[in-house]
């Protein structure tokens, strides 16, 4: 008798249906839904994947985001797109919802009382 070996089993998270929200290279296309990514689902993904670890996220990002400008410049050199739409579509999205770049202070500075 011959056994087959056994295949590791396939996880999924229950919310990401049949196909994970993951690029698709070298267009970093949206897998699931066709959109650039990180699409919304991705995103939603990576801040509960990274949730108390946003330095990993950034870091994360930021090597995903060299290779995506690399994949789309290789594509197309004419119309890879432009720094400032690629840096806020990789990195500026989880930096908008971090409480590091939130101001903390509302209204203006009150000035310091001098001692005479």
């Given at each position: 008798?011959s056994?087959?070996?056994a ?14 929200h ?19 689902r991705?995103?939603l993904a ?7 670890n ?7 990002l930021a090597g995903?985001l060299?290779?995506?400008?690399d994949?789309?410049?290789k ?10 739409d690629m840096?806020d ?6 930096a ?6 939130r101001s903390?202070q ?7 009382a001098?001692?005479?």
């Amino acid at each position: 008798m011959s056994e087959e070996p056994a295949r590791p089993a396939q996880t999924q998270r229950p919310d990401s249906g049949p196909r994970e929200h993951t690029p698709l290279r070298p267009i970093w296309l949206c897998r699931a839904c066709g959109q650039p990514w990180p699409c919304g689902r991705a995103k939603l993904a990576l801040v509960a994947e990274y949730h108390g670890n946003q330095v990993s996220l950034f870091l994360y990002l930021a090597g995903l985001l060299h290779d995506a400008i690399d994949d789309l410049h290789k594509l197309n050199p004419t119309t890879t797109g432009c720094a400032s739409d690629m840096f806020d579509r990789f990195l500026g999205w989880p930096a908008r919802h971090s409480n590091s770049y939130r101001s903390t202070q509302t209204g203006s500075p009150q000035p310091r009382a001098t001692e005479d």
